[in-house]
């Protein structure tokens, strides 16, 4: 079961910022949102994640709505290198809770 | 940050034969380990999890005979793609993940296996 929905792909104009919504309006109480990201055959490095405060860290600013029901990943000088798919996902902090990755969201930086 | 390694990066093997790819966690202890698999244009597919010191999970439809994973140490994890097959050519990538904080899984750089 889907637990997260977001764009199949975007593009943005390099050097602007560039923002991925993602939904996951049956989130859990006790779960936060993960953002990771694929770089073409890379195995996914993490970006960011939030329990309900919006998070900022030296890769990404993530806002997540009061409701907790959809977040969005702000990328805010987006380069060539950030070319990737991105992944939101929700999951338990503790516990043996898998990260289970959906079809993500490719996006494309534009020269 | 904590950093995870792979080897081999690529390995390409003939149909019926083993091979084994190394999944290491570099500078912290990882009590727990995944498997992932990804097919071209595909998202990443849970394939099992170890515990150290424990027989892994697999998760419903891989083959446990098939794809063995052995978890000896808090920094290895081996997986073993036995007799394989050309549709078993895929993207294979582990993930570490310590309880010293949050819980967080570290992906490794993946090894792209084919099958001939």
């Known amino acids: 079961d889907a637990k997260t929905t977001q764009p199949p792909s975007m593009d943005c104009a390099e050097g602007r910022a560039a923002n991925l919504p993602c939904n996951h309006s049956?989130?859990?109480?006790?779960?936060?949102v993960y953002w990771y990201r694929q770089i073409h055959s890379q195995g996914p490095q993490y970006i960011i994640h939030?329990?309900?405060n919006n998070e900022t860290n030296e890769m990404a600013s993530l806002i997540i709505t009061e409701d907790r029901k959809s977040s969005t990943l702000i990328l805010p000088h987006a380069t060539l290198r950030d070319t990737a798919v991105y992944y939101c996902?929700?999951?338990?902090?503790?516990?043996?809770?898998?990260?289970?990755f959906g079809t993500g969201t490719r996006l494309t930086i534009i020269p | 940050g904590a950093v995870v390694s792979q080897h081999p990066s690529r390995v390409i093997c003939k149909s019926g034969t083993s091979v084994k790819i190394e999944c290491r966690s570099l500078?912290?202890?990882?009590?727990?380990m995944f498997w992932y698999r990804q097919f071209p244009k595909k998202s990443l597919m849970l394939m099992a999890t170890?515990?150290?010191?424990?027989?892994?999970?697999?998760e419903q439809g891989v083959e446990k005979d098939k794809f063995l994973i052995n978890h000896a140490s808090l920094t290895l994890s081996t997986l073993t793609v036995t007799s394989a097959h050309p549709e078993d050519s895929s993207f294979y990538i582990c993930?570490?993940?310590?309880?010293?904080?949050?819980?967080?899984?570290?992906f490794g750089p993946g090894t792209r296996l084919t099958v001939t």
């Open positions: 993930s570490a993940r310590f309880s010293g904080q949050g819980y967080e899984q570290y």
């Open positions: 049956t989130i859990s109480g006790n779960e936060y």
């Open positions: 939030g329990l309900k």
């Open positions: 996902i929700v999951r338990a902090q503790f516990g043996n809770e898998k990260l289970t």
């Open positions: 500078d912290f202890q990882a009590t727990t």
């Open positions: 170890s515990n150290e010191g424990s027989k892994a999970t697999y």
